[in-house]
């Protein structure tokens, strides 16, 4: 497949960062550039066997010629990915490409827009109903007359057809019923809009009783404060409404609840949400008391509703500069909140990231997250606003996830004001959760390291309560916001834990569950348009079906590679290219990870090759002469073998050459000797191994553990792609990158154990020790199943200090993110025991929406 246009991305976008390196190998050693592509492909000239031709490269030629493989091979499911199926697919979706021009616009009005952000509280619509209590403030000069008349003429000229105020697209009558009365209250106050005022009490009257009939859950914040309060002045005022209805009983017992629950003396020592909601017991209030917690910016908690009211009450000059800087930033009218930087920031680039555009607008979000560290407080974590001295576990837990993904460094010592008789809620004295705030919370729980207690605590809460929700069918009832498909996220997040989340497979999950116009529930619904908007989705599809046509590329590459060297043709391994790439794409999907993701698949591939030689076909004398070859790198020994050992021999030998020369230029030296040893030490355990399954000895634990370390073949494959990566590291990072290192030796265990835990059956029926035979001969009287358990245990433990390990390792982040591309694709392979791998049919659909499905 051409990409179209000459490739989709333009500018030079899809070559390789390396290029220029590569460059530098000796004169004849490069093929040029397939003409009608821009991928980057390193190939040795003069060694037939490695040569990708032009021949080679025909996708069909390549394809079917991949079709001609033995069915009968061990532990192997039928091919799903015969020639039909991936040229079917492939020429299904040649018109999906999305106009360069539509996407490069796309991605410069983002980027201005988020450059723009910093420099503003966030972006958000206006509500009715706080502009209706700025309106209701009385001039500070003693006139019988609107201190901001503008507020009022606005409230006159919005509202709807049905007598109601609110958002005009989410019909929530819990919503509808606090702007309607707001906007009624104001327009009484100063005897105007009669005939606004009489629709918008027939509205009430009409749907009133219908509101005990929603989800309690979106009942909007404070509404058992405000809206019995309201109440109280309409019936003050005189006003026709139905005070004897059923919810007007209900909202006051829970407004005498909370009041219990929090005592008013509490809110003039300590900052609350009821500061939120003052306009909603003012007879309850200290006016001058309540001045202690007012914010830089003149605000009280960020609520113009409870600023008017405190204004309306001391007429202090700092509440009405912040009305007023409000009234004229949104046209005459102001926000149900405001500022809320840091929250709106922080969703801000959780969105980019989640769609799998964020790379495009890297310093962007580097910069957004400079800022959230500069107000992130170890002891107390973030709020929704940095002027703001009020902290929830929603904000917290995002910006701790993200700042420590980005190598920042937070305490997770942040959570404990949130914690409560092992219990977590969004702020303290609250008494119930949100589905969202605890998705964000178990989100943040998986990047805890070693000893942070509290927050693994705070994850298990969480877990616990979502997958309640999801089994009440209650996944949707939020007390947050309104999303297109909260349940649809839930679900995902609990079934793929971030360790063994493929990060492709999870962005096409948010771009189906993405909702470009979700509301936000406060006091009032609210929109944030920088975080939901149609061009970001726009521009996440494009993304993703361009990816489509170059990871459909690179799977011709691959093939004609695997058919050049004969590969295809061996009898007894597992013919797994597509799903090897699978691996490799879904994790590192960026144009710019190509080379990665061709190096990656190859090197796989031939570890899983040579894996499968040692185990199931080759005599133990060929494999003695297969190693020595290895230790010695010379083809000439392997000469007299069997056929398919050649074969295997050859391809491993070219493709190695073929590393050793892009290693080389990279770095400025000869890296032949040190990367051919990785294969001496992973070829050397794989005859360790098979010498164990001959002579039926079950070595020690220890042994076991060490061997199984090495032939869990990470190392040759991450450091072959960590070259790809293109950045020169020094010797010493590379101590720290390779197995020297701790991150590499306990994904590489971890990776075994995984491994070993799925395939222990096979391996027992054939004789081959591993770690959970080699455990059980250690303790006696122990079953298989609590061996399992301890070494899943072990799993588990090592899962936090991967964490912390890839957190403090001194090597560049992409070379990092081949570590977690590794760890992350054995867990996918192998979770919960099953070797995934080998039975291919259970990955079938994931390969086929990463690889070959676009979005619609």
Known sequence: MRLLDGGVWQGGALVCRWRRCLAAFELGHLEGFRRGTTICQAQPVGEASSVLSDEVFDDTAAVLAYQNVDASVT???????????????????????????????????TRKMLKAMLHTGGEINVSAYDTAWVARVPSLSGVHEPEFPQALQWVKENQFEDGSWGDRECFLLYDRITHTLGCILALKTWDTGSDSVQRGIDFIRKHLDSVLEEEN????????????????EAKEMGLDLPYDSPLMKVICHEMEKKLQRIPVELLHRHTTTMLHSLEGFQSLVDWNRILRFQQEDGSILCSPASTAVVLMHTGDKKCHDYLSSLLENFENS??????????????????????????HFDEEVSETLEFIYRHWSDAKGIGWTKNGDLQDIDDTSMAFRLLRLHGFQVSSEAFRQFEKDGKFYCFAWQTRQGVSDMLTLYRASQVAFPNEVLVKQGGAFALKFLQGKLAENKGYADK????????GEVAY?????????????????????????????GKTLYRLPVVNNRMYLDLAKADYNQRQLLFQDEIQQILGWYRATGLVSLSFVRHRPVEVFFAIAANMFEAEFSAVRLYWTKCALLTMIVDDLFDNHASMT????????????????????????????????????NVCRMASALQGENMSTYIRQMWVRLVESFLTEAEWTTQRKIPPFDECKEVGIISSAVEPTVMTAAFA??????????SQLDSRGEAMRLISYSSRLLNDIATYKYEKQSGKPNTISCYLNEHQGVGEKEAVAALTTEIEKMREQINLELARQPVPAPCKRVLLSMYRAFNYF?????????????????????LFEPVA
């Open 493 to 521: 997040a609990i079934r793929n834990p971030r360790h063994q989340s493929l990060p492709l497979l999870e962005v096409r999950s948010y771009i189906d569950n993405y909702g470009t116009d979700d509301a936000w529930i």
């Open 725 to 734: 990566c293109g950045m020169p590291v020094n010797s010493f990072i590379l």
């Open 480 to 487: 947050w916001c309104l999303k297109k498909n909260l349940p």
């Open 217 to 232: 859950a979106h009942m909007p914040i404070g509404f058992e404060l405000v809206f019995p309060s309201m109440v109280g």
């Open 334 to 359: 102001v926000p149900t909140i405001h500022p809320i930087d840091t929250y709106h920031h922080l969703w801000v680039v959780d969105t980019l990231e989640r769609l799998g555009i964020a790379h």
């Open 75 to 109: 532990r192997s499911a039928p091919d799903l990915w015969n020639a039909e199926v991936v040229l079917s697919m492939q020429k299904q979706w040649l018109d999906s490409a999305v106009d360069t021009e539509d996407k490069n616009t796309w991605i410069e009005t």
């Open 622 to 657: 060929d494999l003695h002469v297969f190693l020595d070859a290895v230790k010695r790198w010379d083809p000439e020994l392997v000469r007299d073998l069997p056929e398919e050992v050649r074969v295997c021999y050859t391809a491993l030998f070219d493709e190695v050459n």
């Open 830 to 850: 192998y979770n919960s025991g099953r070797d995934t791998v080998s039975a291919n049919t259970e990955v079938q659909h994931d390969v086929q929406k990463a």
